[in-house]
T-cell receptor, first 114, second 120 residues
Framework: AQSVTQLGSHVSVSEGALVLLRCNYS??????LFWYVQYPNQGLQLLLK??????LVKGINGFEAEFKKSETSFHLTKPSAHMSDAAEYFC????????????FGTGTRLLVSP | DAGVIQSPRHEVTEMGQEVTLRCKPI?????LFWYRQTMMRGLELLIY????????DSGMPEDRFSAKMPNASFSTLKIQPSEPRDSAVYFC??????????????????FGQGTRLTVV
């Protein structure tokens, strides 16, 4: 069975600082990996996805993530945090069976201080 | 496209009552998912459909929960009878399916804004 583990339920950064949100996956087959963002009282919005092409994936709002098979990781980064980045971030995994069933991590809440 | 549309946005009901949540997926999407989000358990997949057929309902917590997809543009999630522990945000999502493996594109799920259910 596939799963993802997000380390840290809360991450606090100052505005302008580096954002690093960690995600490790477990999958017996090559995975597809996703990062979603959820703003308060909103649904989930896709930030970026890895689908076995380039290992460094760029997404919206300046976020990017790198797929590292040797570390089974897919960490999300942004060089400089903005106040508007404060939200909850979810890592998710699916497989290539075609059913596109997404399994989500428990989420990391990003707090950005002035 | 207006995206995935869920109704109602908020629902407050008394324990024991029947609750029906509704979802309109994005036109042309082959997959529809129902998720539940709680503080304790995070995001849980309850059930998903492919071309209106339920594929995996192993996440449905109890027989009190049922879901239907009578056509490609509408799905319901019903709880009967409802209990306070059912209080959560319920999300519907839809996804297109185009090919397999390296030909697979647009594999992400598009989420609705959710229905916040409170059972008192």
């Amino acid at each position: 069975a596939q799963s993802v583990t997000q380390l840290g339920s809360h991450v606090s950064v100052s505005e302008g600082a580096l954002v690093l949100l960690r995600c490790n996956y477990s999958s017996s087959v090559p995975p597809y990996l996703f990062w979603y963002v959820q703003y308060p009282n909103q649904g989930l919005q896709l930030l970026l996805k890895y689908t076995s092409a380039a290992t460094l994936v760029k997404g919206i709002n300046g976020f990017e993530a790198e797929f590292k098979k040797s570390e089974t990781s897919f960490h999300l980064t942004k060089p400089s945090a903005h106040m508007s980045d404060a939200a909850e971030y979810f890592c998710a995994v699916s497989d290539l069976t075609g059913f596109q069933k997404l399994v989500f991590g428990t989420g990391t809440r990003l707090l950005v201080s002035p | 496209d207006a995206g995935v549309i869920q109704s109602p946005r908020h629902e407050v009901t008394e324990m024991g009552q029947e609750v029906t949540l509704r979802c309109k997926p994005i036109s042309g999407h082959d997959y529809l998912f129902w998720y539940r989000q709680t503080m304790m358990r995070g995001l849980e997949l309850l059930i998903y459909f492919n071309n209106n057929v339920p594929i995996d309902d192993s996440g449905m917590p109890e027989d009190r929960f049922s879901a239907k997809m009578p056509n490609a543009s509408f799905s319901t999630l019903k709880i009967q009878p409802s209990e306070p522990r059912d209080s959560a945000v319920y999300f519907c999502a839809s996804s297109p399916y185009r090919g397999r493996g390296i030909l697979q594109k647009n594999t992400e799920a598009f989420f609705g804004q959710g229905t916040r259910l409170t059972v008192v």
